[in-house]
């Protein structure tokens, strides 16, 4: 970036909102890059130490009451951490991570000061359903702990996951997390159904998990399966019992996602049901 940025909002000493002729709308990160100014003034390349882009409002606003409870260091960096993020996916991120993740780590380390144990019910769930979110999230831990002298849970690095999934695809956070919600509803009525307990290392539960996931996609999407009816005959008569639960978890999704279930994820749940409680004879 060249050209020099035009102040449109000084939010603290050590933060501005800026324009760009080719990014518009930035934040700007320095120490005291603030002070004395307003808005109209120029802020030059060589003032700046950090930048990311917000563009929506309603972020920006979100973003403009947190400052005075964040100080400089952790704001700093946190940009190090989108940065690194970024860096990891190769792809751009969806700018209300910047805000939701900074938001989130700020009160999870107010928590563990307050010595607050956060939990997280979803976290094997989490690690695989999205293990390259995962393994960023750890690496994400990592730099928060080296460089805030923290010391944050494992269940952390489940949500800070979620936070990375929701900025690298098209679902919010709410979205995403009611998804991982829905799943681990649906692995607790198949397990209290069929009398088991899942092998949470296995590779059967890996692949009906991710089944889950996107049979869940699938149908916020509206795209359609197709039934494959000789099988369909076939798996009601040799496993009534594994069909029926089938019919039981399709219920469940259509009444929390409010969308109708194409009737042949029926089939292919019965599949997934069946290896799971021979492996677990």
């Known amino acids: 970036m060249r050209e020099s940025f035009q102040i449109k909002k000084v939010l603290n000493n050590n933060v501005l909102i800026a324009s760009h002729p080719d990014y518009d709308e930035v934040v700007l990160i ?37 400052l005075p409870e964040l100080d400089e260091e952790f704001i700093g960096v946190m940009n190090d951490v989108m940065q690194h993020i970024k860096s990891r996916v190769n792809a751009p991120l969806n700018e209300h991570i910047h805000v939701a993740l900074t938001d989130h780590i700020s009160f999870t380390i107010k928590r563990i000061k307050q010595g607050l144990d956060l939990k997280n019910p979803f976290l ?13 999230a750890k690496e994400v831990v990592a730099i928060l702990n080296e460089k805030l002298g923290v010391e944050l849970p494992e269940g952390e690095v489940g949500f800070i ?19 991982s919600q829905l799943i681990a509803k649906l692995i607790e009525i198949a397990e209290n159904q069929l009398n088991i307990v899942i092998d949470r290392e296995s590779v059967h539960y890996l692949r009906f998990i991710r089944h889950l996931r996107y049979a869940i996609e699938r149908v916020k999407k509206g795209e359609r399966v197709e039934e494959p009816k000789t099988l369909s005959k076939i798996l009601k008569k040799e496993y009534p019992f594994c069909y029926n639960v089938s019919w039981k978890l399709v219920k469940v999704m259509q009444q929390t996602l409010q969308m109708p279930v194409d009737e042949a994820e029926v089939i292919y749940l019965t599949l997934h049901l069946q290896r799971l409680a021979t492996k677990s004879e």
């Open 30 to 66: 320095g120490k005291g890059i603030g002070f004395g100014k307003k808005k109209g003034d120029i802020i030059e390349q060589a003032a700046v130490e950090k930048w990311f882009i917000l563009k929506n409002e309603r972020e920006q606003e979100q973003y403009k009451r947190m």
């Open 124 to 136: 094997i769930e989490t690690k695989s359903l999205y293990p390259l979110e995962y393994e960023i």
């Open 161 to 179: 996951a979620l936070h990375i999934h929701s900025g690298i695809s098209e679902h919010s956070l709410s979205e995403v997390n009611q998804h």
